[in-house]
């Protein structure tokens, strides 16, 4: 699992809600 981590030293920020999330997320393109 990947975690995101911003600022030095590194502190993690946030965590993906789900263990696929390029799966899960909505990639619609609205026009």
């Known amino acids: ?3 995101t981590v911003a ?3 590194a ?3 946030g965590k993906p809600s789900s263990d696929a ?3 899960t ?3 619609t393109i609205e026009d």
Do not use: E, R
Request: overall charge negative; proline content about 13%.
């Open 1 to 3: 699992m990947n975690t």
């Open 7 to 9: 600022g030095v030293p």
């Open 11 to 13: 502190v993690a920020v």
């Open 21 to 23: 999330p390029a799966i």
């Open 25 to 27: 997320v909505d990639h």
